[in-house]
């Protein structure tokens, strides 16, 4: 079955400081790849992507993710955070044949210090 | 446009009571999906309507059901209310339900269910 391991529950960075979230997928073929975004009393806003070429994907408010097959995982980073950053952050696994049920992790709260 | 808009957006129900959502995706938009978002179990599939049919169905008991409507509009139903229903409900709309976009979801704000 597939599932998402998201090890980290809670991150505190300092504002300006670089961040990556970890993120391991567990999936027998390709997966598809997503970080989404929840804010406080909002609901989820999707970061960025991965189906298939360049393992490296950019995508909204300056996040990245790389795709590494032989470690199960799609890393989040962002060189420089803004405060705005504040929220959790969940990555997610879609797989051929499972059009949009995605399997979420469970979640790492960012916090961000000015 | 519009994004995807929830209603109620909080209800408070007693156990052994019925709750209808209501959910209007984006404009275009031909697939709702559902999630359940507790503390506990976080985020959970419910299920995926699209073209007015149930495509997909995540692990919840007969209890959760939902229909969509032939202008794409979506409700569901919990029926006999348990305390552990209590959770936010998240609709998400998206375009279409294959290709590469597939999992490229627009989520509302949610409904926040609290069982009493």
């Known amino acids: 079955a597939q599932s998402v391991t998201q090890p980290d529950i809670h991150i505190t960075v300092s504002e300006g400081a670089s961040l990556e979230l970890r993120c391991n997928y567990s999936?027998?073929?390709?997966?598809?790849l997503f970080w989404y975004v929840q804010s406080p009393g909002q609901g989820l806003q999707l970061l960025l992507k991965?189906?298939?070429?360049?393992?490296l994907v950019q995508g909204i408010k300056g996040f990245e993710a790389e795709f590494k097959r032989s470690q199960s995982s799609f890393n989040l980073r962002k060189p420089s955070v803004h405060w705005s950053d504040a929220a959790e952050y969940f990555c997610?696994?879609?797989?051929?044949?499972?059009?949009?049920?995605?399997?979420f992790g469970a979640g790492t709260r960012l916090a961000v210090h000015p | 446009k519009a994004g995807v808009t929830q209603t109620p957006r909080y209800l408070i129900k007693t156990r052994g009571q019925q709750v209808t959502l209501s959910c209007s995706p984006i404009?275009?938009?031909?697939?709702v999906s559902w999630y359940q978002q507790t503390p506990g179990q976080g985020l959970q599939f419910l299920f995926e309507?699209?073209?007015?049919?149930?495509?997909n169905k995540g692990n919840f008991p007969g209890r959760f059901s939902g229909r969509q409507f032939s202008n794409s509009r979506s409700e569901m139903n919990v029926s006999t209310l348990e305390l552990g229903d209590s959770a936010l409900y998240l609709c998400?709309?998206?375009?279409?339900?294959?290709?590469?976009?597939?999992?490229?979801?627009?989520f509302g704000e949610g409904s926040r269910l609290t069982v009493l």
């Open positions: 999936y027998g073929a390709t997966p598809y």
């Open positions: 404009s275009g938009h031909r697939s």
């Open positions: 309507y699209f073209s007015e049919t149930q495509r």
């Open positions: 997610a696994v879609g797989f051929s044949g499972g059009y949009n049920k995605l399997i």
């Open positions: 998400a709309s998206s375009p279409r339900r294959d290709g590469p976009n597939t999992g490229e979801l627009f």
């Open positions: 991965y189906f298939s070429g360049d393992t």
